[in-house]
């Protein structure tokens, strides 16, 4: 399959209504792709928690809107990076959203790990209980957003659930890129599964971003991998390959522990 990680440079003094015409004009330029990544939070921002009360929205919102129309016209799988979720209650959640080609939301994964440590999004999202897999005619894909790649338990249970291509989309800084790329193959190796990093570049609320959006397969090997600006990484990826490295080569036929 055809996969294209759209690593969008988040400009916040861009009017949000322009960034979303312009993701979505980016979207639909991906026809002939069979997936397509965005980022997290790439409209409200990622570190800009001052938006993200303001910018909350129903996973019916505009953002969903304009995303489900995108990926209809495109004909893609389309994982539409996160929103801020006005859930119940006056709940926030980092909530992801996965749309089938034909426009209709196939997955909605609310973040679990928040990031933070007590302040920022661990003190104003509210976290996520519930782990998310879609079937698609590509494999299976399990979801997971940003600070997650740092509980590898998390992606055994993911594992357990069928995962054979990771969906990671995040606003991952610059200072911590190194983990963000030992991570994202730490993850595809032990589990034996794809990869699909998807992070965002420039600069938000005074925190650069990392860029450096990554293929990785389930060996391990960095099949593609972005550079520190905006960018659409596109790469040609064999999901039959996670059964043929885990027939190869079954270590997660050893598993002990659970
Ligand atoms: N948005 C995030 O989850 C940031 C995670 C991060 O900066 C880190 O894990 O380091």
């Known amino acids: 399959m055809r996969v294209s990680l759209i690593q969008l440079e988040v400009d ?3 009017p949000a209504e322009r960034r979303l015409a312009e993701a979505a004009e980016q979207v639909r330029a991906r026809t002939g792709d069979h997936l397509v990544v965005l980022p997290e939070l790439w409209l409200p921002g990622g570190w800009d928690y001052a938006r993200w009360d303001a910018d909350a929205e129903d996973l019916d919102g505009p953002t969903a809107q304009a995303m489900s129309a995108a990926a209809r016209d495109a004909g893609v799988w389309l994982h539409a990076g996160s929103i801020v979720e006005r859930g119940p209650e006056g709940a926030h959640y980092n909530t992801s959203l996965l749309f089938g080609p034909d426009g209709v939301r196939r997955a909605a994964y609310r973040k679990i790990h928040r990031f933070g440590f007590d302040s920022g999004e661990a ?3 509210d976290p996520g209980t519930e782990l998310v897999t879609c079937p698609t005619p590509y494999g299976t894909l399990g979801l997971a957003t940003c600070y997650d790649l740092r509980f590898p338990e998390m992606f055994r249970l993911l594992l357990d659930q069928g995962t054979e291509v990771l969906v990671i989309p995040a606003a991952w800084p ?5 983990h963000w790329r030992l991570l994202a193959r730490a993850r595809a190796v032990e589990n034996q599964v794809f990869v699909l990093a998807c992070n965002t570049a420039g ?3 005074d925190m650069p971003q990392g860029g450096h959006s990554m293929v990785v397969d389930p060996w391990g090997e960095i099949v593609a991998e972005a550079g520190a600006g905006g960018q659409v990484l596109t790469a040609e990826i064999d999901t039959a390959l996670v059964a043929k490295t885990r027939a190869d080569f079954p270590v997660l036929k050893d598993r ?3």
């Not at 610059?174 to 190194?178: D, G, H, L, P, Q």
């Open 123 to 125: 003190a104003l999202m």
């Open 203 to 205: 600069t938000q609320a």
């Open 12 to 14: 916040l003094a861009e």
């Open 256 to 258: 002990r522990l659970g």
């Open 174 to 178: 610059a200072r911590r890129v190194e």
